[in-house]
């Protein structure tokens, strides 16, 4: 079996084609799009693996044919080792082994049949994910537990809504998660992770991990979030397990002194309260809860509750004037004879939609020219007025214009024919496909009064309004949401919807904050459309009161 050395080539040439795709870009994590390039890198990877097999069978089948033939022989020839030898052809055939045959043997043994396997994956090896893609993924299924409130069994095992392909988590993925959020100083997480871990271990699942090592975590852990006595619990059934572990002997010791110190001291504010009187607590009570409700963060909170379909909810009477409708703009030559669906999703910010507005053909079309470019989104420093990447950002754009292909330009002009706008002096169309719980939290997309070179380097104003296309349907999640209004828009493949960032008079409308949500199942793909203030003069004129 040489096929190794002969066909090395022809791998390399056929890796070449996922190879370049994915050689100028990294961070795979924030993007599904690229990601699905790793996948067809490991399927060639897993077939190279079984053409090793294959040849190291055959080579090994060779070898036992060879030693079930000696073997056979040999017991015959030493049971009357003269008169076998007696014999002439026997005799000369001993010599041929010993001297020929067995020096093949040898060779077939020593021959190597790596050479296609290792090389194949010496040349993945170069474009495989990072430890950043990693850590990425992981803090991503961390933040989708926050976001979408998962326990840590439901995602171990794989129990999420809209979940085609389900698959469980082992208790070394549990565990490496409990230790990147460790890594992090995360302790809140890496209880919840390594207590999963060990969960999965007590009923019975294999691993090469024990569950020392996992109660090692998971007692500091708990301790660090000052639950000394749930610590206490953890090291003493460790100690049950490993009676010589030094670290556990030593921090028994240290946690039953902290929890006497900890229960005398609650004993004396027990005694101190009794003597300042009822009145004095009750106070002191309301206080400490009044400063927990002061701690939260209101925009955090309400965005994570629109997000799981929680929220504010309108009025009857301020849905009732929503209307779904035929849209011409005035008439417009375009859409006289077929105008296209226009709904009212929210009303103040005015926020419409606009159904089967295109195609899956260009869908598919836009998403092909955009793949190759995809690189990790980036957001405007206002320190330094520069782009640069952020973690509350996380997905992969692009930018297309008319010169990549003569379907941007037709994109462009609809959007046109529909606001009523001038494109000429907007940004080029922005594709971006989000990664591994792809997010992009709350944010304006206009400068504000104190980011007065936000967009100088184009020259064409701010940005008065926002067009966005949904590209993919979601499974779960990847909900567009207004936090300050409460207004939730839910990705639906082959629309796009519309919102004004800035007043007629200019000044920007600070309810039109928004954020894209984590999404938790499926694969998110959208464009987007900035339009400038620039050209706007009379198609937009300016409002004469400051909120118009």
Not at 521 to 530: F, L
């Amino acid at each position: 079996m040489l096929w190794t050395r002969m066909e090395l080539p022809c791998w390399c040439l056929l890796l070449l084609s996922c190879l370049q795709s994915l050689s100028a870009h990294n961070d795979f994590f924030t993007s599904i799009g690229q990601m699905t390039d790793l996948l067809y890198t490991e399927k060639d990877l897993v077939t190279s693996l079984k053409d090793y097999i294959r040849a190291e069978e055959n080579k090994l089948e060779q070898v036992k044919r060879w030693a079930d033939k000696l073997d056979s022989l040999t017991a015959t020839a030493t049971q009357d080792p003269e008169g076998f030898l007696g014999h002439p052809v026997n005799a000369f055939k001993l010599m041929k082994r010993l001297n020929t045959e067995w020096g093949d043997l040898e060779s077939l043994v020593l021959r190597d049949t790596t050479d296609g396997f290792i090389s194949n994956l010496t040349i993945q090896r170069q474009y495989f994910p990072t430890e950043e893609d990693q850590t990425g993924a992981a803090k991503a299924l961390l933040r989708l537990q926050d976001t979408y409130r998962l326990d840590a069994n439901t995602i171990s095992t794989g129990d999420l809504p809209g979940v085609i392909h389900k698959s469980r988590m082992t208790v070394e993925d549990c565990y490496e998660l409990g230790k990147i959020a460790y890594s992090e100083v995360d302790y809140y997480h890496t209880e919840l992770w390594m207590a999963q871990a060990l969960r999965q271990l007590d009923e019975g699942e294999e691993s090469t991990l024990d569950k020392v090592t996992v109660l090692d975590y998971l007692s500091y852990s708990v301790y660090q979030q000052g639950e000394i006595e749930h610590a206490l619990e953890y090291t003493k059934r460790l100690l049950e397990l490993d009676p010589e572990h030094q670290r556990a002997k030593g921090n028994l010791k240290y946690f039953e002194f902290q929890l006497e110190k900890q229960k005398k001291a609650a004993v004396e504010e027990s005694q101190k309260q009794k003597e300042q009187g009822t009145k004095e607590t009750a106070t002191k009570e309301k206080k400490q809860k009044s400063k927990k409700t002061l701690s939260l963060i209101p925009e955090r909170k309400k965005y994570e509750m629109l997000c799981r379909g929680e929220g504010i909810r309108m009025t009857p009477r301020r849905e009732s004037r929503l209307f779904c409708r035929y849209y011409d703009n005035n008439r417009n030559p375009q859409y006289v004879l077929a105008p296209v669906k226009q709904q009212d999703e929210w009303d103040r910010p005015y926020i419409v939609r606009y159904l089967d507005i295109v195609s899956d053909a260009e869908i598919e079309k836009i998403k092909q020219l955009a793949k190759p470019r995809l690189r990790r989104a980036t957001v405007h420093d206002p320190q330094t007025g520069k782009l640069t990447t952020a973690q509350y950002r996380v997905s992969k754009s692009a930018w297309l214009t008319g010169y990549d292909n003569p379907l941007i330009d037709k994109i462009n002009q609809r959007i046109e024919d529909l606001t009523g706008l001038e494109i000429d002096t907007a940004e080029e169309l922005q594709v971006a496909n989000y990664g591994v719980g792809g997010q992009y939290e709350p944010h304006f997309d206009f400068g504000r009064k104190d980011e007065p070179d936000a967009f100088k380097e184009l020259g064409t104003g701010n940005r008065v309004a926002t067009w966005l296309f949904y590209m993919s349907d979601v499974a779960a999640g990847g909900a567009t949401v207004f936090p300050d209004v409460g207004a939730a828009v839910w990705p639906k493949k082959g629309t796009a919807v519309f919102w004004y960032n800035l007043f007629a008079s200019g000044e920007g409308d600070y309810s039109t904050r928004h954020a894209a949500c984590p999404v938790l199942v499926g694969n998110k793909w959208v464009s987007n459309k900035w339009i400038h203030e620039r050209g706007q003069e009379w198609r937009r004129p300016c409002g004469l009161s400051e909120t118009e």
